[in-house]
T-cell receptor, first 115, second 115 residues
Framework: AQKITQTQPGMFVQEKEAVTLDCTYD???????LFWYKQPSSGEMIFLIY??????QNATEGRYSLNFQKARKSANLVISASQLGDSAMYFC????????????FGTGTRLQVTL | DTAVSQTPKYLVTQMGNDKSIKCEQN?????MYWYKQDSKKFLKIMFS???????INETVPNRFSPKSPDKAHLNLHINSLELGDSAVYFC??????????????FGPGTRLTVL
């Protein structure tokens, strides 16, 4: 069974600094995808970035990058140059290759960006 | 031009009532989902439909019944509402290709409060 662990319930970062949100996963399937979502206080779930298990390079999307370390089973999200609008809950999620596979979420990390 | 929309955004009702939440996507996706986010922000899948066919049916009370009239719509009907049904319900959709690379896009959520 697949499992996602986010060990940081809350994080603080100063504006313009970089921050890393941790995510470790566990699956026996060689084919899997890792996703990060942002949930601001307004409540919507916003897709940020995707990394496939066969991808050779770390995914990047603007200020978001995914530090993918396959051997360590970690998929940490790095946000560069933090902005006040980055304050939100961040969820790591994983899905493997079964036709009835499910997107399994971690418990989330609440990020607070300060002045 | 909203991609995944849900109505209503807020739903307040009495125990024992029956209610429905509607979801529509204009992304041309083949697969749609319902998720429940509890008070601790934990997200869990409830149902998944692919081209109107039920693919995933998690351990959900049979008071919850999804209905997909066409592949752009997935509605959730809840009978005999209970206090424990209070949560935020998210609809999502995805293209439906390779499971582990199939990014899901979420609607804005429906906050259900059962009194």
């Amino acid at each position: 069974a697949q499992k996602i662990t986010q060990t940081q319930p809350g994080m603080f970062v100063q504006e313009k600094e970089a921050v890393t949100l941790d995510c470790t996963y566990d699956t026996s399937d060689p084919s899997y995808g890792l996703f990060w979502y942002k949930q601001p206080s307004s409540g919507e779930m916003i897709f940020l970035i995707y990394q496939g298990s066969y991808d050779q390079q770390n995914a990047t999307e603007g200020r978001y990058s995914l530090n993918f370390q396959k051997a360590r089973k970690s998929a940490n999200l790095v946000i560069s140059a933090s902005q006040l609008g980055d304050s939100a809950m961040y969820f790591c999620a994983m899905r493997d290759s079964g036709t009835a596979s499910k997107l399994t979420f971690g418990t989330g990390t609440r990020l607070q960006v300060t002045l | 031009d909203t991609a995944v929309s849900q109505t209503p955004k807020y739903l307040v009702t009495q125990m024992g009532n029956d209610k429905s939440i509607k979801c529509e996507q204009n992304l041309g996706h083949d697969t749609m989902y319902w998720y429940k986010q509890d008070s601790k922000k934990f997200l869990k899948i409830m149902f998944s439909y692919n081209n109107k066919e039920l693919i995933i049916n998690e351990t959900v009370p049979n008071r919850f019944s999804p209905k997909s009239p066409d592949k752009a719509h997935l509605n959730l009907h809840i009978n005999s509402l209970e206090l424990g049904d209070s949560a935020v319900y998210f609809c999502a959709s995805s293209q439906g290709g390779l499971a582990w690379a199939d990014t899901q896009y979420f609607g804005p959520g429906t906050r259900l409060t059962v009194l």
